[in-house]
């Protein structure tokens, strides 16, 4: 669900999607100020990573069992969490890769063994993407949006490392290959506010979330001193689609594709850099 960082202080709602009921879990425990917050689905667990806490939350006990439903607590990671650029599950079930790079400071990236509880540094490089990574089985790799300034508007997939429960740290970065077609920001007319990429669970089965904005129709002949005053719509643009291997080994993105598109309520709109999602 989605609420303000600050709010609520003592539980998160949460919704059952096979019992279509909202129930109140345990919220994670961070220290006061400002917040980065990263979540993962490991497996039926969830992994939280922030300032000042690292949680992992099992499924809820049943009811009736006496049991309290809170996070467990993990190592605090290694590195800032503003630092953070990108971040992916292993297939493993118990291992979470992150990746960092800021000014002051050379890109790195850790794993952390959320059954060890142990954070690993594997390197002083970083995985290709922007923000989250979605394991596919069927192309056996990582795939999401590329991180990189060039290449930003593509796709990108990485093979998978070793997780650190191998014991093997201080590895290569892995192989990665960008997409071959530039997926958004292509039209000058549409300004760009954020981006996200779902996984659609099967059948490497994925949908592009882009949030932009565009002038608004009405109001295109008003004078203006300024073009950034010129008033803009914002949409949210939705586009599924199927990726795979081509012959020659390239990520490629299919021809059939299903778009829609929405309009943002205005009181969106003074929040347009961040946007997720996930598939349920």
Request: one cysteine or more; hydrophobic letters at 35%.
């Amino acid at each position: 669900m989605v609420t303000h960082h600050s709010w609520p202080n003592r539980a998160v709602p949460v919704f059952d999607v096979r019992t279509r009921r909202l129930s109140l879990g345990p919220p994670p425990r961070a220290c006061s100020g400002q917040r980065y917050p990263s979540y993962l689905p490991l497996g039926d667990k969830l992994v939280s990573v922030d300032v000042g806490s690292t949680g992992l939350l099992h499924p809820p006990p049943p009811k009736g069992s006496g049991v309290e439903w809170t996070w467990h607590k993990l190592p605090r990671p290694p590195f800032r969490c503003i630092a953070v650029t990108s971040y992916a599950a292993h297939p493993d079930g118990r291992t979470v890769f992150f990746s960092v790079e800021s000014r002051d400071s050379a890109a790195s990236t850790f794993a952390l063994d959320t059954e060890s509880e142990v954070w690993t540094r594997l390197g002083d490089w970083r995985l290709p993407f922007f923000r989250q990574a979605h394991f596919d089985p069927e192309l056996d790799a990582w795939v999401g949006l590329a991180g990189g300034r060039d290449t930003f508007g593509y796709l990108c997939s990485s093979d998978v490392p070793p997780s650190s429960s191998t014991g093997k740290a201080r590895q290569q970065p892995p192989v990665w290959k960008l997409g071959k077609e530039k997926m958004f920001c292509q039209d000058p007319a549409e300004q760009q506010c954020g981006a996200t990429l779902a996984y659609m669970g099967s059948r490497s089965k994925f949908c592009l979330v882009q949030h932009f904005s565009a002038i608004d129709e009405e109001y295109k002949d008003i004078e203006v001193d300024d073009e950034e005053d010129r008033p803009r719509r914002h949409l949210l643009r939705l586009t599924s689609f199927s990726l795979k291997y081509d012959k020659h080994g390239d990520l490629q993105a299919s021809t059939q594709r299903q778009v829609q598109c929405y309009e943002l309520p205005h009181v969106v709109t003074p929040f347009p850099n961040d946007i997720r999602a996930f598939w349920m």
